[in-house]
T-cell receptor
Framework: SQTIHQWPATLVQPVGSPLSLECTVE??????LYWYRQAAGRGLQLLFY??????ISSEVPQNLSASRPQDRQFILSSKKLLLSDSGFYLC?????????????FGSGTRLTVV | SQQGEEDPQALSIQEGENATMNCSYK?????LQWYRQNSGRGLVHLIL?????REKHSGRLRVTLDTSKKSSSLLITASRAADTASYFC????????????FGKGTLLTVNP
């Protein structure tokens, strides 16, 4: 069966510090991978998505970047965090071809920038 | 930008009652999906309805889709306290390359 792992669950970082959030998927190959951010009481904002190794599309210009060094690994990074980067970050995967498939989400990382 | 908008933003009902949440969207879609999120957790996929379908059932869930009105509804029958969560609709828009766009959600509270 497929599983998705996302860590850490919570993170408190000072302004200006770097960030690295990791997401891995097991039990499937060539998944589509996504990073979303959810502000308190709001919907999900798509940040990045990837349809293959090294293929990253950015949806929103911002202080963050993403990388996909392996087929089932998706990393969200920042060189210098801003207060506005605080939020709930969710990784998700879906079948890598065709439409009509739901997303499977990780359990999320609560990031607080102080 | 938000493709789907849920209505109402919050809904409070008693256990045993039915809960209906609505979603409106703006562009043509391949499919529309509903997700559930318990507080502080990831989202869980509930049901997917394709653009050529009008109604779909899964257990106590019933989803309808009206593509002419660009709207969908999620009905939870015989609600339970454990159904308390936020519910989001998400659209897979035509030409979106399988990306989902989520609404802001409806917070459902089921009182025991």
């Amino acid at each position: 069966s497929q599983t998705i792992h996302q860590w850490p669950a919570t993170l408190v970082q000072p302004v200006g510090s770097p960030l690295s959030l990791e997401c891995t998927v097991e039990g499937t190959s060539n998944p589509n991978l996504y990073w979303y951010r959810q502000a308190a009481g709001r919907g999900l904002q798509l940040l990045f998505y990837s349809v293959g190794i090294g293929q990253i599309s950015s949806e929103v210009p911002q202080n963050l970047s993403a990388s996909r060094p392996q087929d089932r690994q998706f990393i969200l990074s920042s060189k210098k965090l801003l207060l506005s980067d605080s939020g709930f970050y969710l990784c998700a995967w879906s079948v890598g071809h065709g439409t009509g498939y739901g997303y499977t989400f990780g359990s999320g990382t609560r990031l607080t920038v102080v | 930008s938000q493709q789907g908008e849920e209505d109402p933003q919050a809904l409070s009902i008693q256990e045993g009652e039915n809960a209906t949440m609505n979603c409106s969207y703006k562009t043509s879609i391949n499919n529309l999906q509903w997700y559930r999120q318990n507080s502080g957790r990831g989202l869980v996929h509930l049901i997917l309805i394709r653009s050529n379908e009008r109604e779909k059932h899964s257990g106590r869930l019933r989803v309808t889709l009206d593509t002419s009105k660009k709207s969908s509804s999620l009905l939870i029958t015989a609600s339970r306290a454990a159904d308390t969560a936020s519910y989001f609709c998400a659209t897979d828009a035509l030409g979106s390359n399988y990306k989902l766009t989520f609404g802001k959600g409806t917070l459902l509270t089921v009182n025991p």
